[in-house]
C-alpha cells in the first residue's frame, strides 16, 4: 500500500484534520521597473501614513485612559477590569497595524497565539491567562507610546513631503491668489544671497513671483521625485516595529509547525487506515467471493468430469469466466495503487488514462513544469483524480467533466504546487461530511500538507481544487 506521508515543508498552514479549505493564492511578481512598482504601491502607502495620526492618537487617549484608570483603582479591584478593557483595546489597534500594513501591500505578519496552551478553570484562569500573556503588553506599549510616537513623525514627515512636492510644482498657479502685504519676505532671494552675495532681487512683482515660482518648482520636483521611497522607507519603519512588537514569537511559530507536522501525520495514518480498510472490503466483496465460487465450480466439474462430461465442460466454461472476471476485477483495484502507464510514461499519460476510461465525457488540460514530480506525488495525484472522477460518475448524474492538472515551481525548489481542479455540470449539493468520500480523500490531502476546496451550490456546478505542495526532485524533464 502506498505510504502517503510527505515531508513538504514548503507548504502553509494547514486547517484541522478532515477539514476542506481554500489555498492561499500565489503572489506573481509584478511587472516594471523598481522605481515603477514604487508609483504603483504609493497610494495604498500614503493612504496608511495619512491616516496614521488621528488613528495612533485615538489609540493613545484610550489606552492611557484605561490603564492610568486600572492601575489607579487597583486596590478595589475595579481596577483589574479596567485593566483588561485597556489591553483589549490595544489587542485591538495592534490587529488594526497588522490589517493595515497587509492593505498597504508589506508582508503578512504572523499574529500571536492569545490562547494559552494550558488555561485553568474559571475566573482566575482567564485572569491569569489575560495578565500572563507578554503578547498584550506588547500591544499595550505599541499603542500607549511606541506606535504614537512612531505615528506621530511618519505622519508629520509624510505630510510635509506631500505638501512640497504638489504644493510646489503648483505654485505658479495658486501663489497668484495670495494677498500681497508689500513687506513680503521672498524665499529665493534668500536662497540666492546666501549662495551669491550681493544679488539683486527684481524689482517688478511678476519677476518676483516667478523666481519663486521656479524655486518652489525645483523643490517641488525633487520632492516629488523622491516621494516613494520616502514613503516607503516610513512604512517600514511601521513594518519593522510590528515584526518586534506585534508578531508572535519564534517559539510559537516553531510551535505552530509542530502541531500541523502532528495532525498531518495523524491525517496521513488515517487516510491509510482507511484505504486498507476499504481495500479489505473491496477484495472480500469482489475477488474473495469469486475465487470462491471458483473453487465450487472446480469441485463440482470434478465429480462430473467422468459422469456427465458435457455438463463438466459447461460448469469449466463458467469457471475459466469467473477467473477472467477475478482477475479483471484485480486490475482495477491495483489501479488505486500504482498503475503500470504511472510508473513507465508519467503522471500526465495516466491522468488521461483515467478520462478514456471514464463514462462520463472528460476534458483534460495538463500543464507540469519542467521539474520532476516526487513519485509519491505522483502517485498521490493520480489517486485523487480517480476517486474524484468515480465520484462525479456515481453520485453527479453530470454530462460533462473538465479537469485541469497543473504545477506552479517555486524558488530553489520549494514552494512548488501542484494544482488539480475538477469541475462538472452535474446536480451539486457535494459535502465532505464524514461518512463521505470526500471526507477520506481531505483526509489524505492532509496528510501530504495539502487543501481541497468544495463549491457546490444546488443545481451545479460542482467545483473541486485541490493544491498539494512538494519538493521537486533534482532531475529535470528534457
Do not use: C
Amino acid at each position: 500500500m502506498t505510504n502517503f506521508l510527505l515531508n513538504a515543508r514548503a507548504a502553509g498552514d494547514s486547517d484541522t484534520l478532515g477539514h476542506v479549505t481554500s489555498s492561499p493564492p500565489i503572489e506573481r511578481p509584478t511587472r516594471g521597473s523598481g522605481y515603477g512598482r514604487l508609483w504603483q504601491s504609493l497610494p495604498r502607502e500614503l493612504g496608511f501614513l495619512l491616516l496614521t495620526l488621528p488613528i495612533v492618537t485615538i489609540g493613545f487617549v484610550i489606552g492611557w485612559v484605561l490603564f492610568a484608570a486600572g492601575i489607579g483603582t487597583l486596590i478595589i479591584w475595579i481596577g483589574l477590569f479596567i485593566l483588561t478593557a485597556g489591553l483589549s483595546v490595544a489587542r485591538a489597534f495592534g490587529t488594526l497595524e497588522l490589517t493595515r500594513l497587509s492593505w498597504a501591500g508589506l508582508p503578512t505578519i504572523a499574529p500571536p497565539r492569545w490562547a494559552p496552551a494550558v488555561r485553568r478553570p474559571g475566573l482566575s484562569g482567564w485572569l491569569r491567562g489575560l495578565f500572563g500573556n507578554a503578547h498584550y503588553w506588547l500591544y499595550l506599549l505599541h499603542t500607549v507610546l511606541l506606535g504614537f510616537i512612531l505615528g506621530v513623525f511618519t505622519w508629520a514627515v509624510s505630510l510635509v513631503w506631500v505638501a512640497v512636492s504638489f504644493g510646489g510644482i503648483s505654485y505658479w498657479f495658486w501663489g497668484r491668489f495670495l494677498p500681497q502685504s508689500g513687506q513680503d519676505i521672498w524665499l529665493h532671494d534668500v536662497v540666492l544671497r546666501f549662495f551669491f552675495p550681493g544679488f539683486q532681487m527684481a524689482d517688478s512683482y511678476l519677476g518676483r513671483f516667478n523666481g519663486e515660482s521656479a524655486l518652489y518648482a525645483v523643490a517641488g520636483l525633487v520632492f516629488l521625485v523622491t516621494l516613494p521611497w520616502v514613503a516607503r522607507g516610513l512604512i517600514l519603519l511601521h513594518h519593522g516595529l510590528a515584526v518586534g512588537v506585534l508578531g508572535a514569537f519564534r517559539s510559537e511559530a516553531l510551535e505552530r509547525e509542530v502541531a500541523d507536522l502532528g495532525a498531518s501525520r495523524g491525517a496521513a495514518v488515517a487516510a491509510e487506515d482507511h484505504s486498507l480498510r476499504r481495500l479489505e472490503r473491496d477484495i472480500h466483496d469482489g475477488p474473495q467471493q469469486r475465487l470462491v465460487r471458483l473453487q465450487f465450480d472446480l469441485a463440482s466439474v470434478g465429480r462430473k468430469l467422468e459422469s456427465d462430461p458435457d455438463v463438466a465442460r459447461a460448469l469449466l466454461d463458467g469457471a475459466m469466466q469467473q477467473s477472467r472476471d477475478t482477475l479483471e476485477e484485480l486490475r482495477e483495484l491495483s489501479r488505486g495503487f500504482a498503475p503500470p502507464i504511472l510508473q513507465d510514461r508519467g503522471l500526465a499519460a495516466a491522468i488521461d488514462s483515467l478520462a478514456g476510461r471514464s463514462t462520463v465525457p472528460v476534458t483534460t488540460t495538463v500543464t507540469l513544469t519542467g521539474q520532476l514530480l516526487p513519485p509519491e506525488v505522483e502517485r498521490s495525484a493520480y489517486f485523487v483524480v480517480a476517486e474524484l472522477l468515480t465520484n462525479v460518475t456515481k453520485h453527479a448524474s453530470a454530462s460533462r467533466v473538465e479537469l485541469t492538472v497543473d504545477s506552479t515551481r517555486g524558488i530553489a525548489g520549494a514552494g512548488n504546487l501542484l494544482s488539480i481542479v475538477v469541475s462538472d455540470d452535474g446536480v451539486g449539493e457535494a459535502n465532505a461530511t464524514d461518512g463521505h468520500g470526500l471526507a477520506g480523500l481531505s483526509e489524505r490531502i492532509h496528510g501530504l500538507r495539502g487543501s481541497l476546496h468544495l463549491t457546490s451550490p444546488a443545481g451545479g456546478p460542482t467545483v473541486i481544487e485541490v493544491s498539494i505542495p512538494y519538493l521537486a526532485t533534482t532531475s529535470t524533464v528534457s
